[in-house]
């Protein structure tokens, strides 16, 4: 694959199934493919100090968003909690708000649940999500069930699942890796009004 990925892990536990898909999706990918796990970011809940450019703030933004910058494309490995995309994916979402970090940038969604969920985070990241950031949310999706049986080290062939969630896997990245090629220099194109730094 040619272009580089950052894949957000929006898990809020440790040894999360989220993480185990984030890096697998990493090998899948290759070396051109980043993980962050958010928990590992120790964002508080956004407050106003945010846009009043509190140093506090600064000094843990800053490398977040120098890493967003880097990056041509982006994986979000998105857990299913109460029939909820995990609120970490809405806090970080906030600090996204109306910044060039990311504006244009194609977004592959894989949600995942270690029972049959993960459809719920999928309806709720396309209605919500890019008003303001830009992001482009791809077609192409992928919901990992079952998460604990699939995606382990070792291909498990009794299992028809963990094949074809793979080749799903390879599927989309192919995909976005398109997208990610075809929409790099979109942003250099586009015209640019501070009026309408916000969607509607
Ligand atoms: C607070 C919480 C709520 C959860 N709610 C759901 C749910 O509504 N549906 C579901 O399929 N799994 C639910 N799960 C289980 C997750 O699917 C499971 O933890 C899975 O591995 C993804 O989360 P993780 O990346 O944090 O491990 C929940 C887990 C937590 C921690």
């Known amino acids: 694959m040619k272009s580089n990925i950052l894949i957000i892990n929006f898990s809020l536990r440790n040894n999360s199934g989220s993480g185990k898909i984030a890096n697998y999706i990493k090998g899948a990918y290759g070396e051109k493919a980043t993980v962050l796990n958010y928990i590992d970011l120790n964002l508080p809940m956004w407050d ?3 846009w009043n450019k509190d140093p506090k703030w600064e000094e843990l933004l800053n490398p977040i968003k120098a890493t967003l910058k880097l990056c041509d494309g982006l994986v979000f490995v998105i857990p299913e909690y109460h029939g909820m ?6 806090n970080f979402n906030l600090f996204l708000a109306a910044g060039d970090e990311v504006a244009h940038k194609p977004v592959l969604i894989v949600t995942n ?7 719920y985070p999928i309806t709720e990241v396309r209605g919500l999500g890019s008003k303001n950031n830009k992001l482009i949310f791809i077609p192409e999706h992928v919901i990992v069930r079952n998460n604990v049986e699939v995606l382990n ?26 997208y ?17 730094k916000n969607g509607m």
């Open 48 to 50: 106003e100090g945010v």
């Open 85 to 90: 995309a995990s609120p970490a994916y809405n």
């Open 113 to 119: 649940s270690n029972a049959r969920g993960g459809s």
């Open 153 to 178: 080290e070792v291909l498990n062939e009794s299992n028809s699942e963990d094949k074809y969630i793979r080749d799903r896997i390879d599927y989309s990245l192919t995909i976005l890796d398109q």
């Open 180 to 196: 990610c090629i075809h929409l790099k220099d979109i942003s250099t194109k586009l015209p640019s009004d501070p009026r309408f």
